[in-house]
């Protein structure tokens, strides 16, 4: 928990910038990607000696892309948006001036597969070139995990790249339930509706339930995988396993249930 505090401060005071600050949302650095990294460099088995610079550079992508991400063709005013656009280019040149300092050329490497990775899989999604659910999904997983596979790549330790699949592949899936349950939209379920029902105008309430159905199949695959895997993940991040998992709330019920 120290370590993870000391990193996102660390980041945090890269990201500030008094005339951002004043004008866009300070990006908030992601605890769950943080605790996952920490978890495989302490699992590497001959961890290289600048991996907190290799944690902050792939922080640092990660929030440029999520920055980018923001940027829309309506809603805020033009200034807003192009200060947007410039926050994200802002935060990709902190990473790479972060990784030049490492000479680390490999990890420069994964990591820019792991971008073009990301950028490909997103074109799929935002120009529905997805023909089936499970590749659909499967892209949502490259989307959420692919800079710490490309880094647990570096680290030798691939097994946690894929429990970094699940387990925010999990927690967007569980996003975009809930979105979709209380506003009736979500861009996942828009995908998949465009995927099940290409010919539908509208969702019908059994097509809405069939949606929900399969959201929740693929839900309950990630947590097998993440309950299944044989590794020695830290307190904390097996505390936020349980927890996202539905572990808490499992527990609480049986508790009420038995008096």
Known sequence: MVKLASLKEQIEQLIDHPYLREHVPTPVVDEDRLLL?????ADAPAAPNETDRYIIAM???QIALDTHDEV???GDDLRTRQLVVLAGDLYSGLYYDVLARSGDIALIRLFAE???DINEQKVRLYEKKAERIDALFAAMGTIESALLAKLADRMAVPQWGQFAYHYLLLRRLL???EAFARTGTSMLFKQMAHIAFPRAKGLTNEQRRYLLR???????????ALFAAELPPAGLLMLRVTELSGGFSAIAKKTVEEG
Do not use: F, P, Q, W
């Open 214 to 224: 399969l959201c929740d199949r693929y839900i309950d695959h990630c947590k097998e």
């Open 59 to 61: 922080m640092l992508v």
């Open 114 to 116: 792991a971008i073009r």
């Open 37 to 41: 990294a920490l978890s495989m460099v």
């Open 175 to 177: 996003s975009e339930r």
């Open 72 to 74: 829309t063709d309506g």
